[in-house]
């Protein structure tokens, strides 16, 4: 872990990502380091005087790329979902949540289209769940999860 005190830190204009304004910030550290660090938030999230995390993501000719964060905080991932600190099963878990939600889409598509033949509200509902349990079932099975 790179624990850096910032000394100061300068906007340093705006980039248009693919996700978005970002807003450039060039950070100086007590320890005499520079870096460059894009965020979404203007004024800087940071503080002069603020103990961050540093972790150095490149290097080319206008200086050092790092990205800043709270000491002990974990990487996120881009969406900054929990996919970080979520285990091999809780993945799984997800995975099929989505399929099972997928799957009442679906079943739910074709009864519209085709009807449910005349049965009440209470029987149509246990024939869509019924469908969406045997499609998801079927691509469980298929993919291995």
Known sequence: ???RKVKSIKGNGTWDSPNGLLYKYEYEFE???????????????????????????????????IKVRKPDSKPTTASHSK?????KEDWR???????????LTQANTFYNVVGYGGKTADQS????????DIIAKFVIEKSEI
Do not use: C, R, W
């Open 1 to 3: 872990m790179n624990i």
């Open 125 to 132: 509902l246990q024939v869509l769940m019924d469908t969406a």
């Open 93 to 103: 878990k997800k995975d099929v949540a989505i399929i099972y939600q997928n799957a």
């Open 31 to 65: 320890d005499g380091s520079i870096g460059s660090a894009n965020h979404k938030t203007n004024p800087a999230p940071f503080k002069v005087g603020d103990e961050v995390e540093v972790e150095t993501t490149g290097t080319n000719k206008y200086g050092m790329n």
């Open 83 to 87: 996919g970080a600190e979520m285990s």
